[in-house]
């Protein structure tokens, strides 16, 4: 695949699209949908559910050009042997990590709520990266990932933009991964929280990252595999 140009701020950037790859943070049933951990913490989950689709989009133009799709979600082994006490025991006893919710207890691997919705469900070949922190480097295989597959740039979407997604992002800025944030497809419950988390990314000349609007990237890949599935044809 050719490089090229991403309309991001603080500046435009030329980007190897064999070394780039879309990681989507935390797309939970916990945080998006009714009845999840997110929504009992009195959250308005509609926030994140309007960047679903915009999500699915960028999905389906990485998936057509065979990019690299990396999925992470957030959460804990059964016993939470994993899991910090101050984590645990944080809130309210009826919403703390490990209760029990409508969607099984929360926050757990293997219970409904902990899992990726349906919509932007992982499919064979793409990486799932149980994470038991916010970042998504702390304590998982993902940088050895990122590293054998000769990545250099993160185009990151997910939830929620100040907390998984900064964290990531900080993350993997100091592990040296250029990461672009794609605005319309990261969401917090809070809008503010939103605008100053991709504004601290891009500010004093990215000194987290950049963040670009998903509509221009989406048009480029578009006319990528457009590009690329007539050369087959005429071959
Ligand atoms: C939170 C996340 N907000 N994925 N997790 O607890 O941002």
Redesign the pocket.
Same mark, same amino acid.
């Given at each position: 695949m050719p490089s090229v140009t991403v309309e991001a701020e603080p500046a435009p950037l030329s980007v190897d699209l064999d070394r780039s790859a879309l990681v989507i943070?935390?797309m939970?049933r916990d *945080?998006l949908e009714t009845g999840g *951990?997110?929504e009992a913490l009195g959250n308005d989950v509609s926030r994140l559910q309007a960047v679903v689709a915009p999500c699915r989009v960028i999905l389906n133009s990485a998936r057509a050009l065979n990019m690299l799709v990396i999925h =992470?979600r957030?959460g804990h082994r059964p016993d939470l042997s994993d899991a910090p006490a101050l984590k645990v025991k944080r809130g309210d006893p009826k919403t703390r990590i490990g209760a029990v919710g409508p969607m099984g207890r929360i926050?757990v691997r293997g219970e409904a709520g902990h899992d990726i919705i349906p919509e932007l469900y992982p499919i064979n070949g793409e990486p799932v990266i149980d994470k038991p922190g916010?970042g998504a480097f702390y304590q998982t295989d993902l940088e050895l990932m990122l590293r054998n597959r000769c990545i250099d740039t993160l185009f990151v979407c997910?939830? =929620? =933009?100040?907390?998984?997604?900064n =964290?990531t992002v900080r993350e993997a800025n100091d592990r040296g991964f250029r990461c672009i944030v794609l605005s319309d497809c990261c969401a917090?419950?809070f809008p503010e929280f939103h605008d100053a988390g991709l504004a601290m990314i891009k500010a004093q000349g990215g000194i987290f990252g950049s963040v670009a609007e998903s509509r221009s990237l989406v048009d480029t890949l578009t006319a990528l595999s457009v590009r690329s599935a007539k050369r087959f044809a005429t071959q």
């Open positions: 943070i935390d939970q *945080f *951990f997110g =992470t957030e926050l916010k997910g939830v =929620t =933009t100040e907390v998984c997604v =964290t917090s419950y």
